[in-house]
Nanobody, 123 residues
Framework: QVQLVESGGGLVQAGGSLRLSCAAS????????MGWFRQAPGKERELVAT????????FYADSVKGRLTISRDNAKNTVYLQMNSLKPEDTAVYYC????????????????WGQGTQVTVTS
């Protein structure tokens, strides 16, 4: 049974930092593209960042470029999202997801999802 478990969310002031983690089990982690998505109240789920198997190829939404960094540790079956210079508009539930495709930037291209972790940024 595949499980993705996010952690690291919380309440932070604007300009602050958080580091999200997503621990995966039940799958060959290094075979999967991993992604972080977020969903704010009343809005659709949106892609934040993706990272391919070796970690050398990454993709970021324009809104987070230069502030958020995705990384992975295949030995630990874990993907991370380092979030710096946070803004109130980053407030959302953040989800990690795993895709077996070569490239995956749409939510429907992801096979497995975590339960989400809340990030709240106050002004």
């Amino acid at each position: 049974q595949v499980q993705l478990v996010e952690s690291g969310g919380g309440l932070v002031q604007a300009g602050g930092s958080l580091r999200l983690s997503c621990a995966a089990s039940g799958l060959t982690f290094s075979n999967y593209v991993m992604g972080w998505f977020r969903q704010a109240p009343g809005k659709e789920r949106e892609l934040v960042a993706t990272i391919k198997w070796s970690g050398s190829n990454t993709f970021y939404a324009d809104s987070v470029k230069g502030r958020l960094t995705i990384s992975r540790d295949n030995a630990k079956n874990t993907v991370y999202l380092q979030m710096n210079s946070l803004k109130p508009e980053d407030t959302a539930v953040y989800y990690c997801a795993a895709s077996g495709l070569w490239i995956a930037t749409r939510s429907y291209e992801y096979n497995y999802w975590g339960q989400g972790t809340q990030v709240t940024v106050t002004s």
